[in-house]
């Protein structure tokens, strides 16, 4: 049977963690309950329409039906899928139905939006070509996070697993 528990809940079983704030841990807790995109309609044309993030407004990568922010590292909660790939799980909560239930979390969502915000350091590759060609994937779940050394930009967080990314000291 699976267990959910509230907010608070969730709050008092960390609060003698010192790795989340009790803000963080909170905010952790309703990503992952997820907010919907909002639709913008393209001047030129649907090929211009775009998507952004129903928490912070940041643009949602087109092409790719993204299950999290890679801004706030909200759940991105779609109403079906968007893109015809071959794209796996696109989102947690509609592959994972006991995840949420009457605006609870299980406790294994919840404690994965907890680890989430914690946060990994990304995995570095060397280009075969150059720099121009290095990459970085996700160590939680192995997706290329596009980074810029052309754009001068790097996620906040993993849009496939919504972990959050640890840009400082890759060394």
Known sequence: MIEFISLDEHLKNHENDKRLSKARAEKAYKAEIGVKPKYHEGKYGSQHDIYTCGSCGSTIMMGVVANYCESCGYN????SPRCLTDYHGYNSLLNNPGCLNGGKLSKACAEKSYKAEIGVKPKFHKGKYGT????????NCGSTIITGRVTNYCHNYCCNCGYKILWDNLG
């Open 132 to 139: 121009k060609y290095d990459s970085y994937t996700c160590r």
């Open 76 to 79: 991105i909660f779609w109403d």
